[in-house]
């Protein structure tokens, strides 16, 4: 299985150091929090090569794909995000396509590798940007989300 996630940097939110900083930047740092949990959580399949994470980074654009490729068969694109809050409460449209005869293949894989072109395999949670060189700002406020578990509950919003 492989799951591409877009970089920190990549994120519509993300605030470069020369810029003023605001909350809404700590955005990026605590998707990439998750994303540190969710690859120590699953840190054997990753070993075993039975999971492949990667992080898409391409120059100053911005990173905004969802949607599914299920074993050459299936294809989910879709406008919401791919987690169970979204499905709850979003009203975006998607399309499953199912494609038994594999007429869409070359064009998905096609897709797939224009995708892959700019993104860098994450081998282990300890290759991303470790949370002590975060800006002070976002560690300060991960720092409080943490403590009171708050982060939890904003994961289940965003």
């Given amino acids: ?22 909350t809404i930047g700590a955005l990026p740092y605590l998707y990439e929090a998750n994303l540190r949990r969710f690859c120590k959580q699953h ?19 911005t990173y905004h794909l969802k949607g599914l490729l299920v074993d050459d068969d299936y ?18 449209n998607g399309l499953l396509i199912h494609d038994p005869q594999g007429s869409l293949v070359g064009q998905q894989r096609a897709e ?16 991303l940007e470790p949370i002590a060189s975060y800006p002070e700002p976002v560690q300060r406020i991960l720092k409080r989300l943490a403590r009171t578990r708050a982060d939890r509950l904003l994961n289940q919003v965003l």
């Fill in 43 to 61: 840190q054997g399949a990753v070993d075993r090569g039975l999971l492949d994470l990667r992080l898409w980074r391409h120059e100053n654009h």
């Fill in 75 to 92: 294809a989910l694109i879709t406008g919401s995000n791919l987690n169970p809050r979204a499905w709850r409460l979003d009203l975006e």
């Fill in 1 to 22: 299985m492989t799951i591409v996630v877009g970089d920190k940097t990549a994120n519509d939110f993300y605030i470069p150091a020369n810029e003023p900083f605001t």
């Fill in 112 to 127: 797939l590798e224009r995708i892959l072109l700019h993104c860098r395999r994450l081998d282990h949670h300890r290759s």
